[in-house]
């Protein structure tokens, strides 16, 4: 208990450390103009479940001993500079429940698939520099509610890998680029409430799906300007 474990340094300069302790469940370092941080150390807190890192100055960072926190719940990086991030290190995870990189200048990101009975419920990467985004990492979380892409360059995006996603409810894409979009893949999900899209963007779906009995609740208010076609 008497070395430092983890140790951070602000935009000014500063030196500041936390020292190690088994009992820590919330490390909460928001807004502290945090310029440099090695999150190596984190290693060793492995109960752990929320790490907030949110309204700093970071402009990279290394999740890989992440990947080593059994427990970690909930990852906050909105409001940083980053302007790339690697988040394979806790795609493994089962555990992780919430990410937020929100308010960055993120143009890539690296993923890999979450798996199977992922708890993953919210995943926030809205007010970024992304011009395209894979969700094929998302295609088995199915307890995934929240997925916030809006404020970002998107010129196109390919939802198929939602179609499984059974207890998305929201999903926000307003404020982007994209000329035209499949929304086929969101028509059938029952627990979808709202849907989020700009007005110049044409929404196309596979014809066949017009005869559905059910149209999920987030797209009836869209389906008036859907473009049913053969082949979407």
Known sequence: MSQAAFRYVTSRGESLELRRSRNVRVIDLSGLDIADVSLEPLGN???????????????EIDLGPLGNLPKLKTLNLSSNRLDYICLEPICDSKKIQA???????????????????????????????LSHFDLRPFERCSDLDYLVLSEN??????LGP???????????LHENSMESLDVSPL??????ERVTVD?????????????????????TQHVGRVKWVPRA
């Open 45 to 59: 807190f492995h109960n752990l479940e929320e790490l907030d890192l949110s309204q700093n100055d970071i402009s």
């Open 153 to 158: 360059n998107l010129i196109q995006l390919e």
């Open 162 to 172: 939602l179609a499984k996603c059974e207890s998305l409810k929201y999903i926000f």
């Open 99 to 129: 990410i937020d990189l929100s308010k960055n200048v993120i143009e890539q990101v690296d993923m890999r698939p979450f798996p199977e009975y992922s708890s993953l419920r919210m995943f926030y990467i809205s007010d970024n520099d």
């Open 187 to 192: 028509l059938h999900l029952e627990n979808l």
């Open 199 to 219: 007005d110049d963007t044409e929404l196309v779906a596979k014809e066949k799906l017009k005869r559905l009995s059910y149209i999920s609740p987030g797209m």
